[in-house]
């Protein structure tokens, strides 16, 4: 396949420039690293070339990146290839896949994990899975949801992330509750805030074939007080230099300026996560408005997210993708928008 046609590049961050902040108080903003409706960034590395999948658009399912660097104008929006045409039989065709992960396993096949509108319940969405021997696709959907909790809302928001320590693979994903509220606000928030429901972040141990779930989900994180409406879009890495799972998550709803990137620590995987006492990227600390679905790289040192640049007639946010440096410090975690 031409994009990868050498397996011995190798990816250097040297090009990653942090230029002097120019003081905008209405709306700092960053460049992005890709200037296109991108919602919901996931990244994987292949052969030193970096993909990143994104929440449906440009008249595909799924969207796709690619880029040798994070540097500024080096992502390039992948127009020809249709990576999941088919959502499956369970999953309305509908063009509204959100947030699909990629992860390669050990036997040298992709499976990608996404959230799809149910067909027979289509206010709602659930994970489905999908697995292809080309990372570019096209993948082939398993028949049946990966993660379905209709009663509680469904499910959006995969991410795989394999335990370093004892080599065992996992799903994160999201209870989507707030599909469940009142309704006539943001993400559904129009009642009072005892209206809203749990949107808890699931974690699922599975086998190596990516798809076979083992034994019942974990919680690991839920939305409190501080997260306003919801908590969503869960990336874990592990910091082998801190000795904990770290856990990048957004508070808030995606279609406002509250929208953000915030995390959370544990030392053991399977136990509730801790959130930080303070956001990781806001709006108010700028420079990108509304940052959120943000996805690290497995050594947690950068980050892709989205931020909104403007909006549709119809009211939905245009976000694009941007890029950001991260360290951790013990519990502490910071990371600045690459300008
Ligand atoms: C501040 O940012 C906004 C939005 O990007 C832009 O329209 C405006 O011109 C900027 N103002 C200044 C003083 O740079
Ligand atoms: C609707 O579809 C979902 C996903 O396949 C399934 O879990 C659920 O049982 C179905 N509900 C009904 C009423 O058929």
């Not at 399977?270 to 806001?282: E, G, N």
Request: aromatic share 12%.
């Amino acid at each position: 396949m031409m994009y990868f046609s050498s397996p011995t590049t190798i990816f250097v961050f040297v090009s990653v420039c942090l230029a002097a902040a120019e003081s905008n108080t209405t709306y700092p903003q960053a460049k992005p690293a890709l200037a296109v409706n991108f919602p919901d960034p996931a990244l994987v590395s292949v052969d030193g070339v970096w993909l990143a999948f994104a929440t449906a658009g440009n008249g595909r399912n799924v969207q796709v990146a690619a880029s040798a660097s994070f540097s500024e104008h080096s992502w390039r929006l992948l127009e020809d290839v249709d990576v999941l045409p088919d959502p499956g039989p369970w999953a309305a065709n509908d063009r509204n896949i959100w947030a699909p992960h990629v992860y390669g396993l050990e036997d040298g096949r992709w499976v990608m994990y996404y959230a799809a509108t149910v067909k027979n319940e289509t206010s709602k969405h659930c994970v489905g899975a999908a697995l292809s021997t080309n990372v570019l696709g096209p993948y082939s959907p398993v028949k049946t949801p990966f993660a379905c909790p209709l009663d509680d809302g469904g499910a959006i928001d995969p991410a795989a992330f394999r335990d370093p320590k004892d080599g065992n693979l996992y799903v994160v994903y999201k209870v989507d509750g707030n599909s469940m509220n009142p309704g006539g606000g943001p993400c559904g928030s129009g009642g009072l805030p005892q209206d809203y429901r749990p949107t808890p972040i699931l974690l699922q141990q599975i086998e190596e074939d990516g798809v076979t779930r083992i034994g019942e989900p974990i919680e690991v994180l839920d939305r409190d007080e501080a997260d306003g409406v919801l908590v969503e879009a869960p990336s874990l890495f592990y910091s082998e230099s801190q000795e904990l799972y770290f856990m990048t998550f957004s508070s808030n709803c995606y279609s406002t300026e509250h929208y953000d990137i915030s995390f959370a620590f544990s030392e053991h995987l399977t136990m509730p996560f801790t959130k930080s006492s303070y956001p990781l990227i806001t709006t108010q600390t700028g420079p990108v408005t509304a940052p959120g679905g943000a996805d690290m790289t497995p050594d947690g040192k950068f980050a892709l997210f989205h931020g909104t640049v403007g909006q549709y007639e119809s009211g939905e946010p245009i976000r694009h993708m941007f890029a950001a440096e991260a360290m951790q410090m013990g519990t502490d975690m910071s990371a600045w928008p690459i300008r």
